[in-house]
């Protein structure tokens, strides 16, 4: 990271945006940002570089060249976290999931770890509907 602070412009509105760094237009080569202050600091710019754009990018500022995050390692955590068999009494029991149709208890059970992934679970007494 550059320690040397840069002058930078950004101008959004709700359709567009558009950013300078020492007065050169570099909006074509980033698909978004973050922008962050701390009390008594300077702000922090973080980048997201645009596919389009090589990684010989240049650019001056308190920049961060920022790249999404992994969704894996949270993803793995998650599933690992999951007790197979309370996931099968939770789909089992949600008939509103059930259809009928092919692969119905993959895709009810699919849909359950996207409700909880998004802090949907709610902890309820399931009868037991697997023989065990």
Avoid: C
């Avoid at 789909?91 to 059930?98: G, K, S």
């Avoid at 993959?106 to 992934?117: G, Q």
């Amino acid at each position: 990271m550059d320690d040397q602070l840069r002058e930078v412009r950004i101008t959004a509105n709700q359709a567009a945006s558009s950013l300078a760094l020492d007065g050169r237009d570099i909006s074509k080569h980033i698909s978004g940002y973050s922008l962050r202050q701390h009390a008594g600091q300077p702000a922090e710019l973080v980048l997201f570089l645009s596919p389009k754009t090589k990684d010989d990018f240049e650019g001056l500022a308190h920049v961060v060249v920022g790249v999404p995050p992994d969704p894996g390692p949270a993803a793995a955590a998650f599933l690992s976290a999951i007790d197979a068999g309370e996931l099968e009494r939770h789909a089992l029991a949600r008939h509103d999931l059930m259809d009928g149709g092919p692969n119905e208890l993959t895709r009810s059970m699919l849909r359950l770890l996207s409700e909880w992934a998004l802090g949907g679970w709610q902890s309820q007494e399931v009868t037991d509907v697997v023989p065990r």
